[in-house]
């Protein structure tokens, strides 16, 4: 299915530079944010107890964290879960059971707004060393998959072109964290796994574009380089769009009426979907011309010898 003509020539190459200082601006900016402000840990990886309660009417939550301050179990976070009945409570200790903090909670809750007026939904608890443990484990998963990425891309096309996508992965990573970061959102192990996915999506939308950068350079090796990844970018336009439409919309989809669980996974998808899409084309591409010695040097030196020689 063809979205645009054949014949289409959007001159995305000879805008690289000003979307350049788009993107330097975008993961600057991210960069400070996560060195100044942080991520939103959540216990996956600061550890702590969380409890989720269910009232049977709406609370304020001014009430609810007022009933819970007065236990010693240090940070206490309260925040509403989806609707006015609904609330996660973080506690920042963990007695070495899930039940024992649960059970304080829901005792202290009792006693403000009376037994049988609310239901614990689930209990979920994390020590402080493993807390650091999958922190360290999130980080390595990440790198790992970047060396990889490097190993393979290197073997099926060239060196150049892995360093170029490992870069444009960088860049979507880190834009979709700054983003968290604006966000405010808890940053968890589901949340790990959806930057996981979303480097191997743009990965795959960054190989169509380089296989037929290949391709074509192979058909026209005396074709300006910078031409011929336009040229490239444009013929791969209308899967681009197609693929990341319809992934877009599904995940939408998730977002809007999947509910709380998923809400933050689906939102890191959305982000990271639009920002892979975008290095796609403005970053992993237009690197290529700026390689030392690189193609768009050889075409054109080409160009001009055929040139002399006619």
């Known amino acids: 299915m063809q979205i645009f003509r054949p014949d289409t020539n959007f001159d995305f190459i000879g805008k690289w530079r000003l979307f350049a200082g788009i993107s330097g601006a975008a993961v600057t900016v991210s960069i400070l944010l996560l060195a100044i402000v942080g991520l939103n840990m ?3 990886f600061t550890g702590g107890t969380l409890v989720q309660i269910q009232f049977k009417k709406a609370q304020p939550i001014g009430e609810v964290r007022g009933a819970v301050s007065a236990l010693s179990l240090g940070d206490i976070v309260v925040q509403n879960f989806g609707s006015d009945r609904e609330f ?18 829901a005792g202290t809750l009792s006693k403000k707004f009376g037994s049988g007026s609310f239901e614990v939904r689930r209990t979920e608890s994390v020590g402080p060393k493993v807390g650091a443990d999958l922190r360290e484990k999130a980080m390595s998963s990440m790198i790992f998959a970047l060396i990889g990425i490097l190993i393979y891309v290197s073997i099926r096309f060239q060196f150049r072109q892995a360093v170029a996508s490992v870069i444009a992965l960088l860049h979507d990573v880190t834009v979709t964290m700054g983003v968290f970061v604006i966000s405010g959102k808890e940053f968890s192990l589901p949340i790990v796994a959806a930057l996981l996915t979303i480097i191997g999506y743009s990965l795959n939308d960054t190989i169509v574009v380089f296989d037929r950068i290949r391709e074509n350079t192979r058909l026209s090796r005396r074709s300006d380089f910078s031409d011929l990844i336009n040229q490239s970018v444009n013929q791969t336009l209308s899967r681009t769009v197609l693929t990341s439409g319809t992934t877009l919309v599904a995940v939408i989809a998730f977002l809007v009426l999947g509910g709380e669980v998923i809400a933050d996974v689906a939102f890191t998808l959305v982000v990271g979907i639009i920002a892979g899409t975008y290095s796609s084309v403005y970053i992993a591409s237009p690197l290529l011309l700026a390689w030392p010695g690189g193609g768009a040097g050889k075409s054109s030196r080409a160009g001009k010898k055929s040139a002399a020689k006619a």
């Open 42 to 44: 959540g216990i996956d």
């Open 88 to 105: 996660l409570i973080r506690v920042e200790k963990s007695l070495g059971s899930t039940r024992g903090v649960g059970e304080l909670v």
